[in-house]
Structures are given as C-alpha cells and as structure tokens.
C-alpha cells in the first residue's frame, strides 16, 4: 500500500524490526559460534514445520479450508512409523546401518502412503459433502476430524511417549571452529529441500499442478475445462497427506520423542508459519516455517536480553495475531480466487 | 445433417419454479443456433444442463449419438463440448497461454509419474501442447500477449481467450454465453466474423446465447425462442423476425426494424 505518511503501525512495526536486528546483532558478535549454531538448529527445526505448514497450505489453497485434522494426521503417522521401526524391524542404536536404513526407507513410505489415505478420507467422508455449505461448517467440521483422529492415535499408544532411539547420529559432519553441523540436522534439511524444490516446481509447471491451481480459482470453469474437480482435490489432499506423513517420520527421527497429541501444537504452529508466510502460497510456508523455526530457537538458544523458553508459545501465538491483526494476507500474499 | 446435439423434453425446476419447461431442442453438426430470449427466461440453465453444471430435474441429452444426461461436466467436456461463460470466468492468476494450456487438461495423458521424471515423450507432449496453444491465441486474435496475466487484458481480449480457452479443449460443439455483451461495436462485428470463421475453417457446430440482433440475424442458420422457460418459436431468422409471438415477447418493434435496416 504507497502511501505518503507512515501510519504508526507501519513505525511500530519498523521499531520491532529494528529492536530484533539489534537484539540479533549483539548476540551474533557477543558468540558468533553459538549464534551460527543455534541458527542451524532452528533451521531445522523450521524445515520440519515447513513440511507441516506446506499440507495446510495446500489444502487451503484448493478449498479455502483450514483442514485442522492435518496436525493429527501428522502425529498419528509418526507414531505409526515407530511401530514400524521399533516393532517391524526392532532397531536398536546397535543395529548395523544396513537395517537402519532399510527400516527408515520402509517407515517413510508406510507413514505417506497411510497419511494421504487418511487424509483423502477424511476429505471424502467430510469435507467432500459441505462444499457448497456455508465455511463454518466445514470449519468445524474440520475440528471433530482432528478430535477423531487424536483419540485414534489415543486409543492406539495411549497417553504415554513413544520414543526411538537416536537413529540418525547427532554427530558432527563438519566443523569449523566451534561451528558444527550434525548429521541428524543434515539429515533433516537434505530430506526436506528437495521435497520443497520439486512440490513447487509441480504446482507450477506440471499439468497436474495447473488443474490444482485452476480448481483452485474457479472450480466449475475448471470442470468445463475437462478438470475431474474431485480427483483435482483428492489428489491435493494425497499430497498434503504425504507430506504430513514425511514430516512425521523425519520429527520422530530429529526429536525421537511423540505421542498422540504431538500434533495439537504442531499444527498450530505450522498453520501460524502458514499464515506468516500467507496461506495459500507454497513458498509463504516453507518461508514461515523456516521463520518461526528460528524465532523459537532464537528465543530459546541465545544468551543476550533473551525472553527464554517460557515465552516462546507466547511469541509465536502472538506472531499469528499479530500478523491476522496487521497483515492478514501474510509476507508473501495470500494466493486464493479471490485475493490477489 | 446429422444432429451433434440432441435434447429432448428437458426440464429445469429450482424447488418449485420451473426454469426450464420440457423443452425439444436440436443442433445439427456444423449449424450455427442462437438461443434468444427476454432476461431469466432459461438460457443459461439449460446451457448449464447440456454441460452437466446443473443436472436436469426430467428429460434426456444425447451428443454424437451419446446418451451425457446428467453426466459429470469434466466427462461431457472430454466428449467434445467446450463453451465459454456470460461473466467471464478466465484464471484470472495465471497467464494467458497457462489458461489455453489449462483447456487441454483433458486432451493431454501425461501422468503424475511422467511429468516427475520428465520423460521425453512427456517432454514432447508439453512441447506440442505449447505449440497449440500458441497457435490457438493466434486463431483467436491474441499474438504476443502469451505470457501476460489474463486479468491484465481488456475485456474484447478476455473475451476471446476465454474462447481459445474453450477451443484448447478440442470441442465438436461450442457454446457461447453471450461472447459479445460489453462489446463495442467495432469489437462485436470482427466477434460475428470470427464466429463464422469457427464453423468454416474449423468445422466446428456453434450454439450461441446473444441479445445482439445483429450477431444473431447475421450469423446464425436456426434461431430458438426461449420466454418463461418455454420454447415459443425456431426457425430461420428472417421467420423469427416477423414471427408476431417473438416480437411481443421480446423483440419489441423497434429491434426489428434495427435489424433488418
């Protein structure tokens, strides 16, 4: 929006800016080697919300609909996935690399084969039915979905932890000074770029990915257009299953650690990076995970004038109103029929 | 002539309003018809019945000797019917030769698995597709403007690329809704001419919904009448003009005379 005088929005917004680059000047040059790898911590972290964020994103994209059962889609196939591994092949930190290996190939594939079954289940036993109703309905809908697939995962494994042990060492892979980059971090990144590059190079460049984009700016002139609408979103929902289903398994190997409602705040975590980055847009929620990845680690990693751990639900919540309150259509622009 | 286009005794009702009543209609294979009729009189329901938007309440559709009633909009398309929309519906967030491309959806067989590994004879498809798709925009009055975002074209130029949208889709049959409606009428006469090039040089069947009287007393072979849902007149032109039931109903003298002057 040009316009000639800043509005004091517009200033407070630029001072926070200022204080965090000050805030993040300092702690760089007070330990540029702690700084360096908390920032690769965070990225990290912000991959695997990326992973996350890029389901509701697409989703959202196709239907307008904010699919809150993706959190619990996620969770259920990470748990999933340590049956795999634990029970299936019963990996031990002792197991030779051969077997790990073979065993993480199988779990990835049985967490995204059953992560987009489940979710273009649900799309079809929910969603499918209400979508000429009002949104609230959907909306809410949306909700039960996630209640009904957290007590699943519930009923499963129960209120207790699943863990694993460390499969992808936590070692390092290079150093430069104190500066470290671990195997596991490697591991996650070298999993989740690829996945980014060739998701948004389909949406864009395929035929598959014109019909979503089409079906997503006008269903019926898509139809007329030889589009099968339904297939268009089933297909959309099969892709964001998957990539829950991926993000679960790579969440589980990073933190070892989940149970059934790992993916409550998960989900909202990775909705906020959505709407950060501007819902709808892929590129928006690999931008807003990676975001919020850091401001958590930022928060909880660095030493100088640092809220600290506490605060950091705070910060990120916050972040989300903050960003529905002064910029609703996210940093990058919400991408949906009728935004532009 | 064969009939491309048969429908017979289709009826529309919208909980107890009839907006379509029980109505015989036929398109013969390359014929130019126009649907005419006053406001809310039924043509764009039953252009939305023939292309499976609305399911019809009663009554059959049949196209090149197949029965499409009530058959999904995405199938009837991949049988060879394309058609534009009274309010242009375009992909307003992509560009102009992405919409063409959009058309051939149904024409294309690339599937997921070829396009990821980008087979050659993906590439050769998408390749071909390409070189349609800027042949289409060319037919259609569009060179050069392949990769502008289509809400960034004037509106004669909307108006056109949504039929190179429709053409992409390889259709026997094309429906126009109303093309020329906020044309000038400069715009309009080289959208008559163009309408004429579709049958000729394309082979193409064209029903065709207009208010214009120009457009469809200079193009059209067979005129229907539409008032209240009902068919209350067909024929040649020049007999619709001096049909007395069609002038009362929505002609009004003064069109005529326009006309035939």
Known sequence: MPSGRPSLVGLLGLFFLLLIIVWLGVNFVKDPQEFINVFFVGLTRGAVYALIALGYTLVYGILQLINFAHGDVFALSGLIASSVLLSVFGVTTDSGAGLVIVAIAVALIVAMVLASTLNVTIEFVGYRRLRHAPR??????????????????????????????????????????????????????????????????????????????????DRDASAMM??????????????????????????????????????????????????????????????????????????????????????????????????????????????????? | MADLLVAEAVRKEFG???????????????????????????????????????????????????????????????????????????????????????????????????????????????????DRARELLRFSGLRGRDNELSSNLSYGDQRRLEVA??????????????????????????FTAFVGRLRDERGLTVLLIEHDMKVVMGVSDRVTVLDYGEKIAEGPPSEIQKNERVIEAYLGKAAVEGASA
């Open chain 2, 165 to 190: 949208r429709a053409l992409a889709t390889e259709p026997k049959l094309l429906l126009l809704d109303e093309p020329t409606a906020g044309m000038n009428p400069q715009e309009t006469a080289d």
């Open chain 1, 136 to 217: 609230l309905a959907a909306l809410i809908t949306a909700i039960g979905m996630s209640f009904i697939v957290q007590n699943i995962a519930l009923a499963i494994y129960d209120v207790d932890y699943q863990s694993i042990p460390r499969l992808i060492p936590n070692s390092s892979v290079l150093t430069i000074g104190e500066v470290a980059l671990q195997w596991n971090k490697l591991f996650v990144l070298a999993l989740t770029i690829p996945v980014l590059l060739a998701l948004t190079w389909m949406v864009r460049e395929t035929r598959h990915g014109k019909a979503m984009r089409a079906t997503s700016q």
């Open chain 2, 16 to 130: 107890g309003l009839v907006a379509v009543n029980d109505v015989d209609f036929v398109v013969p294979e390359q014929g130019i018809v126009s649907l005419i009729g006053p406001n809310g009189a039924g043509k764009t329901t039953f252009f939305n019945m023939l292309t499976g938007v609305y399911k019809v309440t009663s009554g059959e559709i049949h196209f090149a000797g197949e029965r499409v009633t009530n058959k999904p909009p995405h199938a009837i398309t991949e049988r060879g019917v394309g058609r534009t929309f009274q309010n242009i519906r375009l992909f307003q967030q992509m560009s102009t030769i992405e919409n063409v491309l959009v058309g051939m959806h149904s024409r294309l067989k690339g599937g997921i698995l070829q396009s990821v590994l980008r087979t050659p004879k993906l590439r050769r498809e998408e390749r071909d597709a390409f």
């Open chain 1, 226 to 340: 030889g589009i099968d609408v339904n297939r268009t979103i089933s297909f959309t929902f099969a892709l964001a299953g998957s990539l829950a289903g991926a993000a679960g398994l790579l969440f589980l190997l990073y933190f070892t650690t989940m149970r059934y409602d790992t993916g409550f705040e998960l989900g909202l975590i990775a909705f906020t990076a959505a709407v950060l980055g501007g819902i709808g847009n892929l590129t928006g929620a690999v931008l807003g995970g990676i975001l919020i990845g850091l401001i958590q680690e930022f928060n909880e990693g660095l030493a100088w004038a640092t809220p600290g751990g506490d605060w950091t639900r705070s910060i990120v919540f916050g972040i989300l109103i903050a960003i529905l309150v002064f910029r609703p259509s996210g940093l990058l622009g919400e991408q949906t029929p009728e935004g532009e």
